[in-house]
């Protein structure tokens, strides 16, 4: 259901949808789907911040960026996904998918938090994590869209067996646009398994 919602949201900006109103065709494919709750978050400022819904529902200005967030629970659990696009590749978006590479090859069963903190942080050089992310990189989700388990560089706790994670990556860069990938992974005896991934930016 969240990846269909991202990818309606995703679709809608792409043929000229401006930013709620992309948000809005998110929202309503995952109720079509039959979604308990859907929650959005959109950003008005090139992606540097992320807000709630202004109901202007203004066309897309030329050239602006998309940065997007979709949340979707049905049975009870959650589950999420960033939505980023834009109409020229930019290098804050490179570095959010090398981020989420390397976090989704540092995952599994026994490994710590702040390690895999410093293992996804890494791509992103010199630029500091996104201000939307609070100094994390991912937390555990499921019956709440935060079940703790944040994945910060202080962090004092293991990745154990059957935790599901939302993980995320990326940066801001004040004269340009943010970016942040995403997935929620499930932690397996092998590794980490993909459950949902945002579409690539």
């Not at 969240?2 to 109720?31: K, N, P, T």
């Not at 590749?89 to 938090?113: E, I, K, T, Y």
């Not at 499921?142 to 993980?167: C, I, K, M, Q, T």
Request: some cysteine; charged content about 20%.
């Amino acid at each position: 259901m969240v990846q269909s919602g991202a990818a309606a949201f995703l679709r809608a900006w792409r043929d000229g949808s401006g930013i709620e109103a992309a948000a809005l065709a998110g929202e309503c494919a995952a109720r079509a789907l039959a979604a308990q709750d859907v929650r959005t978050l959109v950003s008005f400022d090139g992606g540097r911040t992320l807000a709630p819904f202004r109901g202007a529902f203004e066309p897309r200005p030329k050239s602006a960026p998309l940065f997007g967030y979709i949340a979707v629970k049905h049975r009870g659990y959650w589950a999420e996904s960033f939505v980023n696009a834009a109409d020229q590749a930019n290098d804050m978006r490179r570095r959010a998918q090398a981020g989420l590479d390397a976090a989704l090859r540092a995952a599994g069963p026994g490994v710590s938090a702040a390690d895999l903190f410093v293992q996804a942080t890494q791509p992103l050089g010199d630029v500091s994590l996104h201000p939307v992310l609070d100094g994390s990189v991912g937390r555990r989700i499921g019956f709440s869209p935060n079940e703790g388990g944040e994945l910060r560089h202080d962090a004092r706790h293991v990745l154990n067996v059957g935790d599901v994670y939302a993980v995320h990556l990326g940066g801001s860069d004040p004269q340009t646009v943010g970016a942040v990938a995403s997935a929620m992974v499930a932690i397996t005896r092998k590794g980490c398994q993909v459950m949902v991934r945002s579409p690539e930016i």
